[in-house]
């Protein structure tokens, strides 16, 4: 295949119209699918993802796909959305501005799409319907129109040149298309449909023929049974108009075969003599290490059947041989211990053995446990959200036999501190020794310790600015204070065994990333150096901690949008009063720089503490960001020439949104303790 592949993907879950219910698996549809699709250890395809958009941008997106494309090209496009039925049975997808009474106007048409399908030039292009047909109304507003609406009939097949087009559908007629258990409800998992597509993809379970391709018809075949199992009441169809195979993704299922063991050394296997057959065993064996895995399993079936039919002690040598090529890991248990929820804590289960004992696949009993091969090990990923104690298998399968791999741990909303061994009193010594304290991290004491060291030296530092209180305000010694105060904060909760996971790392990073900047005399270049040292430090201690993995989403409450509009005004004062400093004098020029490098230093970092993941961390990055930003305007404004033509109105509209900042993280720590 020459031409390109392209992968359009439309997931519509937010709606405007309060009669449409709201669905929560297309926004995970669209990420799952997308990662996959763009894998290119899996597939080659250039994805694009449309989501919750209005019916006319989902419309030009999708003539545009089919428009520019070239007879070569490999075109793929999933619908993730509610589907729709007017009054005279017409199909539609909803779009987030549609309005049931105005289907024509305020969804896309199935007879749209179907149109761009016949005018495209591709000659293999495949359509995925993962939509809710007949569910989308909620309580109190009845369907309008009656009757089935079979979806594949909106696609008739017929008009395609070459080798055509390929509809699939995750279900048809009015049965629903389930987002796990339910229709619709609060979860954010991917729907039945698209979870069995992604697993297929990804796991290469869906290459039914072991031969390293996943073909259409494999994949369906693979999609209805899976969608089957996981729920009796769904079921997929499909409509495919093709001349040959059309490969859509790779996999790493190969079916190894045998090669024939030489015609001497199967004699020998099978020779009267029991010395004769102990010597075939020790050849086998042999053969059975070989990097030549079909030489490899020639030799472990002839093995096998040794072991099976031979007398005893032929057997018991020959099953003995056999068993240095079983399938087994490192590890038969991957504990992760308490996982804080919304992180995605990883673990790596690795083979042992020969390379024939290597050539294995992997498969997760959950869903929520992800697992990526790599070569001679996977990568496995915990994605739980339900809080409580869980445990799952990771099925290690290949050609000589199986292995099971227990992961176990608990999900806490929040890491449960270690409680301190309690006293014991003199006469009441129990039997049973108490167990030792959990070291510290030496990462995260040593972080601390940097933290405080910087805040003992600016201490110093700003006394010695002057001998009066007069002097000490002249001099400048009152704008290091506030990073002072900051940076001995932070260090004890390095220190603290509350606060040493998270909050301090978190509150140290956001810190430092505002108050390293070189700016101001050369006495502060050793307090840059104990900051980022320390930063260091505690971003290593964050990675050591296998109990939690940080991650990036999506804002969740207001906070957080009040947040990054605080950073935005902050960064706009000092925007502001860069400008006022530019247009006073090139010798300002300095301090104007410094400006704009706070300003996006300050809504760099107010964005990446909304958005990291766990929010404790978030939370507590989003506080030394604050008060890192709170210390350089406060030095900024020492810097501030006294001029009537410099008015400072910038730097007073920095310093209220930093502030606000500061409340609004003050605040938001409060509501999640």
């Not at 990662?35 to 006319?56: C, M, N, W, Y």
């Not at 989308?136 to 696609?155: C, H, I, K, P, Y």
């Not at 009993?365 to 104690?389: N, P």
Request: charged share 20%.
């Amino acid at each position: 295949m020459t031409g390109a592949r392209r992968a359009l993907i439309i997931a519509n879950g937010e709606y405007d119209n309060p009669g449409l219910s709201a669905l929560r698996s297309p926004a995970a549809d669209a990420e799952a699918l997308a990662e996959v699709l763009g894998d290119r250890a899996i597939s080659e395809f250039d994805v694009q993802v449309v989501r919750d958009e209005t019916a006319h941008v989902i419309a030009g997106r999708v003539e545009d796909l089919f428009a520019d494309s070239a007879p070569d090209d490999v075109l793929l496009v999933h619908f993730s959305c509610h589907g729709l039925k007017s009054e005279s049975g017409e199909l539609f997808f909803a779009a987030r501005n549609t309005r049931p009474e105005r289907l024509a106007s305020t969804a896309v048409p199935a007879d749209f799409v179907q149109r761009c399908l016949r005018m495209s030039r591709s000659r293999s292009i495949v359509l995925l319907l993962d939509c809710c047909y007949g569910g989308a109304f909620s309580q109190g507003v009845a369907v309008r129109a009656t009757g089935e609406a079979n979806v594949l009939d909106a696609f008739p097949a017929g008009g395609f040149g070459g080798r055509g087009r390929a509809v699939i559908t995750a279900s048809n007629s009015i049965e629903y298309a389930f987002e796990g258990d339910q229709l619709a409800d609060d979860h954010v998992r991917p729907s039945v449909f698209t979870s069995a597509l992604v697993d297929g993809l990804r796991t290469g379970d869906a290459d039914r023929d072991e031969d390293g391709w996943i073909a259409l018809g494999e994949l369906y075949d693979y999609l209805f049974d899976s969608v089957r199992e996981r729920n009796p009441n769904q079921t997929p169809s499909r409509d495919i108009e093709m001349q040959g195979e059309l490969y859509l993704a790779r996999s790493r299922r190969r079916r190894i075969k045998p090669s024939p063991v030489p015609a001497d050394l199967r004699a020998a296997s099978e020779d009267a003599n029991m010395f004769t057959r102990l010597g075939a065993v020790t050849e086998l064996q042999r053969r059975l290490t070989s990097e030549n895995l079909s030489v490899a399993i020639g030799a472990h079936e002839v093995l096998t059947t040794m072991a099976q039919t031979d007398i005893r002690h032929i057997a018991e040598a020959a099953d003995l041989a056999r068993q240095e090529a079983r399938v087994r890991t490192e590890s038969e248990v991957v504990r992760f211990g308490e996982v804080v929820r919304g992180s995605r804590p990883a673990a790596r289960v690795r083979l042992a053995g020969p390379p024939i004992a290597r050539a294995c696949r992997f498969a997760s009993s959950h869903s929520w446990l992800r697992v990526t091969e790599d070569g001679d090990e996977a990568e496995i990923v915990l994605e739980r959200e339900e809080l409580g104690a869980f445990e799952a298998r990771v099925t290690v399968t290949g050609p000589t036999g199986e292995a099971v791999v227990r992961v176990e741990g608990r999900v806490v909303a929040e890491p449960a501190p270690r409680p301190e061994p309690e006293p014991v009193p003199h006469a009441a010594v129990p039997t049973v020794p108490v167990p030792p304290v959990p070291k510290t991290d030496p990462f995260a004491v040593a972080a601390g310790l940097l933290a405080i060291a910087a805040a003992v030296y600016l201490m110093a530092i700003a006394f010695s600015l002057g001998s009066s209180l007069e002097d000490f305000f002249e001099d400048g010694g009152w704008a290091i204070l506030p990073l002072a105060v900051f940076a001995s904060a932070a260090g004890i909760a390095m220190l603290l065994p509350g606060t040493r996971r998270m909050a301090g790392p978190g509150a140290l990073c956001g810190l430092t990333l505002l108050a390293a900047i070189p700016y101001g005399p050369a006495l502060l270049v050793l307090t840059d150096v104990f900051l980022l040292a320390g930063a260091v430090c505690a971003l290593i201690a964050v990675r050591r901690d296998r109990s939690f993995r940080l991650g990036l989403g999506k804002p969740r409450d207001t906070l957080g949008v009040a947040a990054l509009v605080a950073g935005i005004g902050c960064a706009a004062g000092l925007v502001t009063e860069a400008i006022e400093l530019f247009g006073y004098s090139s010798s300002r020029a300095d301090e104007g720089t410094i400006c704009l490098v706070v300003s996006v230093l300050l809504l760099a970092g107010t964005a990446l503490g909304v958005l990291l993941r766990p929010a404790a961390f978030g939370v507590a990055f989003l506080g030394g960001v604050a008060g890192g930003g709170i210390f350089m305007v406060c030095a900024l404004f020492y810097a501030m020439p006294s001029s009537s033509s410099v008015t400072g109105a910038g730097w007073g509209i920095a310093m209220a949104m930093v502030l606000a900042l500061a409340i609004l993280t003050g605040f938001a720590a409060w509501k999640a303790r």
